[in-house]
């Protein structure tokens, strides 16, 4: 049943539909007289393979696909600390996690009088806003505006803090409200004289993947095919033998599978039944409609071993695949709006993710590793006028890079020597630096913790990586990515490795010195 006690201060649907009117365009300069703006998209947890711009085996993206077929799709994206807040973090800042000090979501507040782009951005005499999650347990600074979920937000009827404090909840469904607070503000609150840039921080496509009940329909007559290694016995890899991320054993059927009945139990129960008593009545019903026979049918199937691992993979890949479609749906409003009133032209729209995803890699969900499929996050950018770059970009880039592209393209000259990353700017130019970097430097510390993935840090260039775990172990991992692009070979140690694993341990201690992050040396003392 509903429990109207949630809605202290509920929107109502019309004055929802009034945030935006979406009135023919209002004496706008000419957008090409303006510096440029960006709107600055970042999900959660959404992955390079469920995108069809990126892989069309699973998705169907077509908004997403815009952005791409109207500019650039990097294919070597990745992240410096594959978790939500220390992402964040890095691409706030332009730093690394040991600079910015967020190194992990369990410990960390984050120090918001530190300078930040938004920061920098403002000072440039851009107006600045952000809508969404945050999740980064300080405030946000930086912002004129905002207005975010705390901690990682719901699906459903969402609590909001808002800037003067209040905690307020508004109805509906997380992604088109997070969509609906951008596009207000792009229409009826920012100033028009002054160039912006809104961040739209979306919650989706995080666990425990609840879809629209619009959507809950969509992808049911897929079968989805199974990775070939979903069985892996990771042999050779003693961390990713320990985490706890495997479909087959740690994926909940309450929780992330929504397998609920009153005699079922589990250790996630009742944070599922929390989410779901957030619907209301109509929105239940539809819920219920859709998943009540489905839960009657596996219980009744009793599916055990094997059937019981692909059972559950399938229902993961339907899942997440129905919340994506309420994320492409939104980037097309989004898109759509900017189109309408002339602004396209004059505005770099950046779609990117936290971080990348397991989709049953390695018999896996959720990412920590610096494995490829979570190591690498999807960045596609529609580029303004003037910018003739399309089709792939192919340098190694990261999200410490986003920071200084965006002051870049602020106009701001010069970048702080503090600022680690580097602007991506020429790249979109159609440029192709000489001394752009050879490698890239990862490190992540949440341990232990959740899904108990081993701290470890490492370094790839364009085909090697070698990888550290460390704290409570002490193992060495090393790939051909070329031979091996699935990682489950691990050379660390093997004969005839010896000068690649030299090569790269110099890499990983040049990577050390430059980011000043000297944790080699001390481990060594
Ligand atoms: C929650 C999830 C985890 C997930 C972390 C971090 N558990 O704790 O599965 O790894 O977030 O995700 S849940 O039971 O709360 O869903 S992150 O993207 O925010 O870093
Ligand atoms: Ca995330």
Redesign the pocket.
């Known amino acids: 049943m509903p429990q109207s006690h949630l809605f202290p201060r509920l929107a109502a649907p019309a004055a929802m539909a009034a945030l935006i009117p979406l009135t023919a365009c209002n004496g706008d300069k000419k957008a090409e007289e303006k510096p440029l703006n960006i709107v600055y998209i970042m999900t959660?947890?959404h992955t390079a393979q469920m995108m069809s711009c990126y892989d069309t085996r699973f998705a169907h993206t077509p908004n997403l696909d815009r952005i791409a077929a109207d500019g650039v799709r990097f294919t070597n994206s990745f992240v410096a600390n594959s978790?939500?807040?220390p992402s964040r973090a890095c691409m706030l800042t332009g730093k690394h996690s040991h600079k910015n000090g967020f190194t992990d979501?369990t410990t960390c507040v984050f120090d918001g009088s530190q300078p930040t782009f938004p920061k920098y951005l403002q000072e440039a005499g851009y107006e600045t806003a952000i809508f969404g999650k945050w999740?980064l347990e300080s405030l946000p600074t930086g912002f004129d505006t905002w207005e975010i979920v705390p901690g990682?937000g719901d699906y459903y009827n969402p609590d909001f803090i808002q800037m003067n404090g209040d905690t307020i909840v508004r109805h509906g469904y997380l992604t088109n409200l997070i969509t609906d607070l951008s596009l207000d503000w792009l229409e009826n609150q920012r100033d028009k004289d002054k160039p912006f840039c809104l961040l739209i921080h979306h919650k989706a496509i995080?666990?425990?993947w609840m879809a629209d009940t619009c959507n809950l329909e969509l992808y049911e007559d897929q079968v989805f095919e199974l990775p070939e290694n979903f069985y892996d016995d990771y042999a050779g890899r003693e961390a990713a033998s320990t985490a706890e991320m495997r479909i087959a054993d740690h994926m909940d059927l309450i929780?992330d599978l929504k397998m609920n009945r009153a005699d079922k139990q589990s250790d996630?129960k009742e944070?599922y039944e929390s989410y779901y008593n957030r619907m209301d009545s109509a929105q239940m019903a539809r819920w219920d409609a859709f998943y009540g026979p489905m839960i009657e049918d596996f219980y009744s199937k009793n599916l055990k071993g094997r059937d019981l691992a692909e059972w559950k993979y399938q229902r993961y890949m339907r899942d997440y695949l129905k919340t994506v479609k309420s994320l492409d749906d939104n980037v097309g409003r989004v898109l759509d709006y900017l189109e309408e009133k002339g602004l396209l032209d004059n505005t770099l729209v950046v779609y990117t993710s936290?971080q990348g995803f397991y989709m049953g890699e390695h018999g896996w969900f959720?990412?920590r590793f610096m494995y490829e499929e979570s190591f690498h996050t999807p960045l596609i950018m529609r580029l303004p006028k003037g910018f003739d770059r399309r089709g792939d970009i192919n340098q190694l880039v990261q999200n410490i890079d986003y920071a200084p592209t965006f002051m870049e393209i602020a106009g701001i000259k010069e970048i702080p020597a503090d600022i680690q990353g580097r602007s991506i700017l020429p790249l979109l130019k159609g440029e192709d630096p000489e001394d752009w970097r050879e490698t890239l430097y990862y490190h992540f510390y949440e341990y232990p913790a959740?899904?108990m993935v081993k701290r470890h840090y490492g370094v790839r260039d364009d085909r090697y990586k070698l990888i550290h775990f460390y704290n409570d172990i002490d193992q060495w991992e090393l790939y051909d990515l070329q031979e091996d692009p699935h990682e489950m070979n691990n050379l660390y140690g093997k004969p005839g490795m010896e000068e690649i694993t030299q090569q790269m341990m110099e890499k990983l201690h040049q990577a050390q010195v430059e980011y000043d992050d000297p944790i080699e040396q001390s481990l060594q003392k």
């Open positions: 959660d947890d978790l939500s807040g979501n999740h990682q995080h666990r425990n929780y996630l944070r936290d959720d990412k959740e899904h």
